[in-house]
């Protein structure tokens, strides 16, 4: 590849990752001069784990909230089959077992259904809502009214909270 090229792809990556050239460059080299690897390669290097999901998958707040359950859990060696499940999310950093906690309640209510959910760890999962995320009337219906036409309602504003819970405590996930 001659060096016009070099410079030419090398302009290319840094105006999109909006990096200085001899970053570009480097990434490039790094990645035989191949511009996407080159960029993913930047996002890497500047971005954790968490901070990627939620850019990637940040239109679609409960999508981003799944996503980054599902890294914790894989970071964390948790795996569904485990006994121990529930104390090991438990143990995590109160933030990261947070949002842990409320993927996983949101992803039991698509499974198994509103009424379903609501016989499993209501409570903590009320105490969550109104505590950690801010959101006193949607744990103040899961305890009281239990209405599955207001939890739908309200489910958009949880991954949303969700999602600005994890930006303010980001330090602490993967």
């Known amino acids: 590849m001659d060096a016009a090229r070099r410079q030419q792809l090398t302009d290319i990556v840094a105006a999109k990752a909006g990096v200085d050239a001899a970053c570009a460059a480097r990434h490039l080299a790094l990645h035989a001069y191949e511009v996407a690897a080159a960029l993913r390669s930047i996002d890497v290097e500047r971005y954790t784990l968490t901070q990627r999901l939620l850019i990637k998958h940040g239109r679609d707040p409960e999508d981003a909230l799944q996503h980054v359950a599902l890294a914790v859990l894989q970071h964390e060696d948790i795996h569904s089959d485990s006994v121990l499940r529930l104390e090991r999310i438990a143990a995590l950093a109160p933030p990261v077992a947070c949002a842990v906690t409320l993927a996983e309640w949101l992803a039991y209510v698509d499974w198994e259904g509103f ?60």
């Open 115 to 174: 009424d379903s959910a609501l016989h499993a760890n209501v409570e903590a999962m009320a105490a969550l809502l109104a505590g950690e995320l801010q959101l006193a009337d949607a744990g103040a219906n899961l305890l009281q009214a239990r209405d599955e036409a207001v939890f739908e309602a309200q489910r958009p504003a949880l991954a949303l909270a969700a999602l600005a819970y994890i930006e303010r405590h980001i330090t602490q996930f993967p």
